[in-house]
């Protein structure tokens, strides 16, 4: 073919036609079985014609044709090879017969074996992995799917877990429902395992590997959901109610491999007939709070439908997340926090530099702003054009500036982080929040409204830039971009107060006659100080503390400061920041 003259393939049509071929007939049992070294599934077709009645004249020196007929006994696949007869030698085209059907033969071969597969980089277009990379992970991972970047916070959290992985996780959460009325166990139980089958987050686990600089998320086909049953109702109602609590701290305390999912896990614990205790304990990596309503939803769906997921619609994968952020202008983000932090040369510091380094489990105080207080709040915000989130930042600010003798202080705030420009964001399931600084400067000369309107302006320019991580900018701006307090204000999606670890325990219609009685949780930061309030039935406010840096007695103070704090914006918005007590 090599040498063969273009100039004569006009003429080509006018030469008599040689055709050779093989039917594919299926491969005999000894060979499917793999007892065969050389699989006998070709029958030769023949030559000079080569199961057609009348050779077709061809237009080039080679033309191959793959035919499929529907048989009685099943597909058959014919090959066929034809040519000029006078241009190639049948020898010849019988060796690229035999090579393509050989060719074939190992293919189908290699895929149907155990062994055969695995996965190349360009696979997982989101990471930058070389062939190695993929093998180890493939190594370590039995049933990988897909590997993912990791989100700046995750990022930090993982370091939080890996730091020392001997001591406390303070980032493993537990959500806690009481339920009352005729549990379908079975069901119940189902339901999660779906949900777990249904979503990839869940299904994730998280690596660092050698010569790559960022970890990474990896995504298993499939996970067990773990599941733990006590009957605790031999025991009267408070024995059972301690016994409950105990087997949920010692859940929680529990590590999850953050290497090996799925990192959640559940605890049913029947205290009684018809009451239960659900405590799901999972590791904040995988989560954020905006997703608990989401599951629950799901989870109660799925449960009256009696374990299935299939009326539920369809999801918006987590990755289109993570392509987008991908997507960002890290240059312009840079930027921006550069000029927003530029001035701000010390740390803001509640806590001695040099206190124990060790994780601790924190504690909290809860307080709520009085009927008159919330109204009063409202009419702040509507008449100022502010949010409420920027009034408790202020309050805050001026809280952390008493503490640290400071009018320039930046604290933490745990952002959302769901872009508008992502569709479906508002219901995925996945980890999108980001820790970022805010930085308040005060003037004692300046009215609590122009204290308002200047925080909100700083924010508002900055929210296109919430995606960038905590530490990079925090190389970028210096040392007045380390702070040791953190604040979040939980605006979710309708009904989430009643599943979000930390809510107030209450009553809610649960599905098929259950009823939810207790809605509540454990958790906890690494923060001294953190501060997280919601809007639902009036300001509520939880502050969680260090206890080895603060006491119960001083943290119910700072709950008081800043809740007359509040009172002094509320009541006078024209007043100089200054005389607020």
């Not at 204290?451 to 296109?464: F, T, V």
């Not at 919430?466 to 900018?473: A, F, I, K, N, T």
């Not at 007045?480 to 219609?509: R, V």
Request: hydrophobic share 45%.
């Amino acid at each position: 073919l090599r040498h063969l003259n273009p100039d004569t393939a006009p003429t080509l049509a006018a030469l008599p036609t040689a055709q050779i071929g093989f039917n594919y007939l299926g491969r005999t049992p000894a060979a499917a079985a793999g007892q065969a070294d050389e699989p006998q599934d070709w029958a030769p077709l023949g030559s000079g014609g080569g199961g057609a009645d009348t050779p077709i004249p061809v237009m080039h020196a080679l033309e191959a044709m793959g035919i499929v007929h529907d048989l009685p006994e099943g597909p058959r696949l014919t090959l066929s090879l034809a040519w000029p007869e006078r241009v190639l030698d049948e020898a010849a085209v019988r060796e690229l017969v035999d090579g393509w059907a050989a060719m074939l033969t190992g293919i189908a071969t290699h895929t149907s074996a155990a062994v055969s597969g695995g996965h190349t980089p360009s696979d997982f277009p989101l990471i930058a992995l070389g062939q190695g990379h993929v093998e180890e992970l493939e190594a370590a991972t039995p049933g990988l799917a897909e590997v993912l970047p990791v989100t700046p916070l995750q990022e930090g959290l993982l370091f939080h877990a890996l730091f020392d992985e001997s001591d406390t996780d303070v980032y493993v959460e537990q959500m806690i429902l009481g339920l009352e009325g005729p549990l379908d166990v079975q069901a119940l139980r189902a339901s999660w395992q779906r949900l777990l089958d249904r979503h990839a987050p869940l299904r994730a686990g998280f690596r660092q590997l050698d010569g790559l600089g960022d970890p990474v998320q990896v995504i298993v086909e499939h996970a067990d959901m773990p599941w733990q049953e006590e009957d605790l109702s031999r025991l009267a109602e408070d024995a059972a109610w301690a016994e409950s609590d105990r087997l949920g701290i010692a859940a929680r305390a529990q590590r999850f491999d953050l290497a090996a999912p799925p990192l959640l896990r559940i605890l049913l614990v029947k205290l009684a007939p018809d009451r239960y205790r659900m405590m799901m304990t999972l590791h904040h990596i995988l989560l954020d709070g905006w997703s608990l309503p989401i599951l629950m939803q799901e989870l109660w769906t799925a449960y009256e439908a009696g374990g299935s997921t299939a009326g539920l619609p369809e999801i918006t994968p987590y990755r289109n997340y993570l392509e987008w952020l991908g997507r960002q202008d890290k240059e312009a983000a840079r930027e921006a926090w550069r000029q927003e932090l530029a001035g701000a040369d010390e740390p803001t510091l509640v806590a001695p530099v040099e206190r124990d380094a060790a994780a601790v489990v924190t504690e909290e105080v809860t307080g709520a702003a009085s009927a008159e207080l919330s109204e009063a709040l409202d009419d702040l915000t509507r008449a100022h054009g502010v949010t409420l989130n920027t009034v408790v930042q202020a309050a805050w600010a001026l809280v952390v500036g008493k503490l640290t003798g400071r009018r320039d202080v930046v604290f933490g705030a745990a952002v959302a982080g769901r872009p508008l420009d992502v569709p479906g964001m508002e219901s995925m399931l996945g980890f999108f929040i980001n820790t970022v600084p805010v930085r308040v400067e005060f003037d004692p000369a300046h009215t609590v409204a122009e204290m308002l309107s200047e925080l909100q302006s700083r924010q508002s320019a900055l929210m296109d830039y919430q995606y960038l991580g905590l530490s990079e900018v925090q190389r970028l701006a210096g040392p007045g971009a380390t702070f040791d307090t953190l604040m979040a204000f939980e605006n979710f999606p309708a009904g989430a107060h009643e599943q979000s670890p930390g809510a107030d325990e209450g009553q809610a219609d649960g599905p098929s006659g259950l009823r939810v009685v207790e809605a509540g949780g454990r958790e906890s930061t690494n923060y001294p100080l953190g501060l997280v309030a919601g809007p639902v039935g009036g300001l509520t406010m939880r502050l969680s503390y260090r206890p080895d840096v603060f006491d119960a007695a001083e943290a119910q103070e700072l709950m008081r400061w800043l809740l007359r704090v509040l009172e002094g914006m509320a009541a006078d918005p024209q007043g100089r920041v200054g005389r607020l007590g």
